[in-house]
């Protein structure tokens, strides 16, 4: 951490990113940065309907009943957690908006508290490289630590660097069809978002394949820069 902080104008950013563009772990490296706090909206809801707040049990009964939680509550529980004070100095929004509907709700939402967007950050991927990042993906059963087929694999095949473990397991949607389904899926979902922020001059592009640390970079010059 360098101490990095922005006190006297929230930083909130949106970050996005398909499946496996590494958009925890640069949150992480953003938030010991710069103070932030990274929203991911499935914690949140998780979250609320666990403490039992007023948007908490409106989307506990709506998903108990199959369907789909709206845009209004999500909105709600992100309401409140704005109102918290470790938010202050801005958050990174993960997860939502993932429409330009969803986009312009959270814009009110922000200008409601004399905030807004200052950066929305997108992680860019080489789907085949992306398919093969994630296919090859393990992890020990034991102790859950990770591994990669081409990138990281056991100092001992077949045995857990951590626990010593020799179980190790796939996840089912790590399938390279479905990879390429979620792929196709996101880019299809995102375009009218990245066009939202592109039309607002905030749209970043950044190249995900490249070294964490590099990424980690070239992230911190985009929030530097929009607020200098």
Same mark, same amino acid.
Do not use: N, W
């Given at each position: ?19 496996? $563009? ?25 979250? $609320? ?10 989307a506990?009964?709506?998903? +108990? ?10 909105? +709600? ?8 004070s470790?938010? +202050? ?10 429409? $330009?509907?969803?986009?312009r ?73 479905t ?5 196709? $899926? ?20 950044i ?22």
């Amino acid at each position: 951490m360098d101490g990095t902080r922005f006190p006297d104008r929230p930083a909130d950013l949106v970050l996005l990113g398909p499946p496996g $563009a590494g958009k925890g772990t640069q949150a992480r490296i953003l938030q010991d940065r710069f103070g932030l706090v990274q929203l991911s909206t499935g914690d949140l809801l998780r979250e $609320a309907v666990a403490a039992g707040t007023p948007a908490g049990l409106a989307a506990r009964e709506v998903m +108990a009943s199959g369907g789909l939680v709206s845009d209004e509550i999500v909105v +709600a529980i992100l309401s409140d957690r704005l109102a918290t004070s470790d938010t +202050a100095a801005g958050a990174i929004f993960d997860g939502f908006p993932r429409t $330009a509907v969803q986009a312009r709700a959270l814009d009110a939402l922000l200008a409601e508290r004399g905030r807004g967007i200052v950066a929305a950050i997108s992680l860019e991927v080489d789907d085949a490289a992306m398919v093969a990042r994630i296919t090859g993906r393990s992890t020990c059963a034991g102790c859950g630590e990770g591994y990669h087929d081409d990138f990281k694999r056991p100092a001992s095949p077949g045995v857990c660097d951590r626990c010593g473990g020799t179980a190790f397991t796939r996840r089912a949607d790590d399938a390279a069809e479905t990879v390429a389904a979620r792929l196709s $899926a996101y880019h299809a979902q995102t375009a009218p978002l990245i066009d939202h922020y592109a039309g607002q001059g905030l749209l970043s592009r950044i190249d995900a394949m490249a070294p964490i640390d590099e990424v980690a970079a070239a992230m911190a010059a985009v929030v530097e820069t929009a607020l200098a």
